[in-house]
């Protein structure tokens, strides 16, 4: 089966304020976007590919709302606390954060775990306590996908490396998938790459033989976890990721790069359709 991931981000705040929607009134913003593809995947065998959708907290209800009852929409929240709620335990004193049973509270099936974005927040927050251990993210996240699993969330943990590491990659990859799912379900994750040092404006986007590579070893050093390209599936790419046996999806985010950027559900679908051929 292959997996098409769907990260929001913060694609929801409006073009006067500094973001990039153009789609929808932002309490509308979860409704349109679901209303706006379910329809065009419904065609898809469910044993070929599943959807799912990372959406930012407050989207959640609208979106979940605007699911009809053969939709083929899953979806997902972008993280957890590495703590949760308890019967005959804390009842909710997590302020600012997202207990896992939060989410699975408000339809999530899923969360995204350790993406790029993610790991520079806790390595920032690390390093102004003066904490220098690289390993001090990845057992941070390792927490979260265990709160995660124990709500029933299944995860797409991210891994990836920056310019900095690519001379050591093995080593940097190795440790994040090691440390990040050491005593986790294993049969409840999907593995995303991010090749850090290639996103971005300006930046030479990973070729197919070093996708082919990472993939590989990613298979190897999990025992065969599907993983899907998290540096972007675009339509300028779909069909090169499809060739790549190793790879089992993709992660998309933006659909537009050029003149009025943003996510647009016609061109999400249109992606979809390039990479599966139909």
């Known amino acids: 089966m292959k997996h098409i991931f769907l990260n929001l981000k913060r694609f929801d705040v409006p073009v006067e304020l500094g973001g990039v929607n153009r ?9 349109a976007i679901v209303a706006g593809t379910q329809q065009g995947l419904t065609g898809y065998d469910p044993a070929e590919a599943e959807f799912v ?18 939709s083929r929409v899953e979806l997902g929240c972008q993280g957890v606390f590495r703590a949760d709620t308890a019967v005959g335990g804390n009842f909710g004193a997590f302020t600012t954060n ?29 390093a102004e306590a003066g904490v220098t251990d690289t390993a001090a993210v990845n057992r ?16 797409l943990y991210c891994i ?3 310019s900095e590491e690519q001379e050591a ?7 994040q998938l090691a440390i990040g799912l050491d005593g986790t379900d294993k049969s409840r994750v999907v593995i ?45 790419n779909a069909a090169m990721l499809a060739s790549i046996a190793d790879i089992d999806g993709g992660l998309i985010a933006l659909t537009r790069f050029s003149g009025e950027i943003g996510f647009y559900p016609e061109e999400y679908l249109e992606i979809i359709r390039l990479y599966l051929g139909h």
């Open 192 to 236: 995303a790459y991010e090749p850090i040092w290639s996103i971005g404006p300006g930046k030479t986007p990973a070729d197919k033989p070093y996708i082919e590579k990472i993939a590989r070893f990613v298979k190897e050093r999990t025992g065969g976890l599907d993983v899907v390209y998290g540096g972007g599936l675009k339509a300028d």
């Open 160 to 162: 990836g490396e920056k």
């Open 53 to 70: 959708d990372f959406f930012p907290e407050a989207h959640l209800i609208p979106a979940a709302a605007a699911r009809t009852a053969d």
């Open 140 to 155: 941070l996240l390792n927490q979260e996908v265990k709160a995660a699993q124990a709500a029933g969330l299944k995860v």
């Open 23 to 31: 789609l929808a009134p932002v309490a509308e913003w979860g409704r």
């Open 169 to 175: 990659w093995q080593q940097v990859l190795g440790d």
């Open 98 to 126: 997202r207990p896992a049973h939060a989410a699975a509270a408000l339809g999530c099936g899923w969360v995204l775990i350790g993406h790029c974005e993610e790991r520079n927040d806790k390595a920032g927050i690390l």
